[in-house]
């Protein structure tokens, strides 16, 4: 069987979506996924903050707004709303549905054991479908044999 491994290190809604679509995909066609949240994608499972990622305004060259304008007040609240109402138009479903989805298909969900640490993060804290909080060389003796994306 084929593998593949995502890093999700960023948690911003944007950038949540590409490791849980793509890991979906793989999911699919048959390919074992992995995926491995550090840092800010730590985000992305935890509890209190998953169903509320928002879109950068900020920094984001591609939202294709000026930097004055991205920090406006209320201008990332506005975008990430236009965000989620484009992808509930395409039957795509919220982050914590997503991640639901993925355990459901047999994605394998890690924490990263630094991250937690640094942000006082317990497994109790997170998304009920991360198998465990682990080092990043645990995570690579796990992905070894399959390709990595760094997200």
Known sequence: MEKISFICSKGSLDMAYPGLIMGNAARMVGIEVNLFFT???????????MAGLRLATVGNPSMGVPT???SIPGMDVFATSQMKKSL????VPDVPEFLDTLCDAGAKMYACALAAEMFELKKENLHEGVEDIITAPEFFEIADGGSIIFI
């Not at 509930?88 to 039957?91: G, H, I, P, T, Y």
């Open 39 to 49: 840092f800010w994608g730590m985000d992305i499972i935890n509890k209190k903050k």
């Open 68 to 70: 004055l304008v991205g």
């Open 88 to 91: 509930e138009k395409l039957d």
